[in-house]
């Protein structure tokens, strides 16, 4: 239960602000160009730091590694409406990225050691609770901007309480000891095992970056949703990816994973199909819903086989995984926002069409 709460503040501060990103935007006076530049500044602190968070998790215990960087990242969220210029608001999202891509290493890292004490497929729960905690991150801050908090109050107020969890929780995570010798590089590039699942990872998290990231600006300035309906298809997109992840363990083991990545795939495709071509919110709901659908099962799946990778300790397999994957979740949201600076959003969504489109072939050739 520790392990999942990590998960689930993980996915609730992140929703908190980026539901939030119009007004982000606004306070800055930033178009949807520059403010895809201040996500890849997140983008790039994040893919420096998880290469070494396998090293770090070896030295220290992905314990230790992973309350360091819960807290850092928590307590840096109210730094974003606090920035007074916009190339401070960059290094803040600079380093919300380093400790956000620690973390992400490190808790799975943990959530890995408790799927090995279990002996059965157990990591989709874990990431349902990421999902969980994106649902109430959207409804809070849909709670926040129909109240007229202002973002300080708002980020405050759930970074801190966030913070206050993790401190009450900390005792009962797993504990690991740091292994005082080790042989190889501190730094490691991902093998070509890891990147054949890397890939899949990497195409399935560009998808789940952009709804994360954009799905309020879609529903809200291309649909014309009101401010308090904008933050829904967000809340949709979790909601499904939640059910689909409580499902999903089951599924593994009923299918496979070569057949539930399959699957995921192409209801991932028709679902992004349904979101591009909707007119109104409520089509666009819906499609953020089968898009959440399909992207359920397929992260917790290459997680799984990286953190049981033979030859490999649990951080150092994830390590690798991660920095293929979220490259798509972490530089697929900019480039989303340049190119909608170019074209439309709408339009824009494209590039994560046709990506799924790739995951989809990938997977059919892909054997565990």
Not at 233 to 256: H, K, N, Q, Y
Not at 288 to 309: R, T
Not at 314 to 329: C, D, I, R, S
Not at 349 to 368: A, E, Q
Request: aromatic share 8%; charged share 10%.
């Amino acid at each position: 239960m520790a392990v999942k709460t990590i998960f689930f503040l993980n996915g609730f501060v992140h929703a908190n602000y980026y539901s939030r990103l119009p007004r982000i935007q606004d306070q800055f006076s930033i178009h949807d160009g520059t403010i895809g530049l201040v996500l890849l500044s997140s983008s790039i602190g994040a893919l420096l730091a998880m290469p070494f968070t396998g090293w770090l998790i070896i030295r220290n215990g992905s314990r230790r590694v992973t309350l360091t960087g819960a807290l850092l990242y928590c307590l840096l969220v109210p730094l974003i409406p606090m920035a007074p210029s916009l190339p401070l608001l960059v290094i803040v999202f600079f380093l919300l990225g380093v400790f956000s891509g620690m973390l992400d290493v490190a808790m799975n890292a943990q959530a890995v050691m408790v799927e090995q004490q279990q002996q059965k497929p157990i990591m989709t729960s874990f990431h349902a609770l990421f999902s969980v905690g994106m649902m109430a991150g959207a409804l809070t801050g849909s709670a926040f901007s129909s109240s007229g908090a202002s973002l300080l109050t708002h980020l405050a107020s759930i970074s801190l309480a966030s913070a206050a969890i993790i401190v009450i929780i900390r005792l009962h995570l797993v504990y690991d000891r740091p292994v005082q010798k080790q042989e190889g590089p501190a730094f490691r590039l991902p093998n070509a095992a890891m990147i054949s699942i890397g890939i899949i990872a990497f195409c399935c998290m560009l998808g789940e970056g952009a709804m994360a990231d954009w799905s309020t600006n879609f529903m809200e300035r291309t649909l014309l949703a009101s401010e308090s309906i904008a933050p829904l298809g967000l809340s949709a997109f979790a909601m499904a990816m939640t059910v689909g992840r409580m499902l999903g363990d089951s599924a593994r083991v009923r299918l496979g994973d070569y057949r539930l990545m399959v699957f995921s795939s192409l209801v991932s495709l028709v679902g992004m199909g349904v979101l591009m071509g909707a007119p109104n919110p409520s089509l666009a709901i819906l499609g953020f819903v089968v898009v959440g659908l399909g992207l359920a099962s397929v992260v917790p799946i290459a997680y799984s086989i990286a953190g049981n990778a033979p030859n490999l300790p649990a951080g150092v397999g994830l390590a690798m995984v991660t920095t293929v994957g979220y490259a798509g979740f972490l530089f697929g949201p900019p480039i989303i926002g340049m190119l909608a600076n170019a074209f439309s959003l709408r339009w824009a969504f494209g590039l994560v069409l046709v990506l799924f489109g790739l995951m989809t072939i990938l997977s059919t050739r892909y054997r565990k």
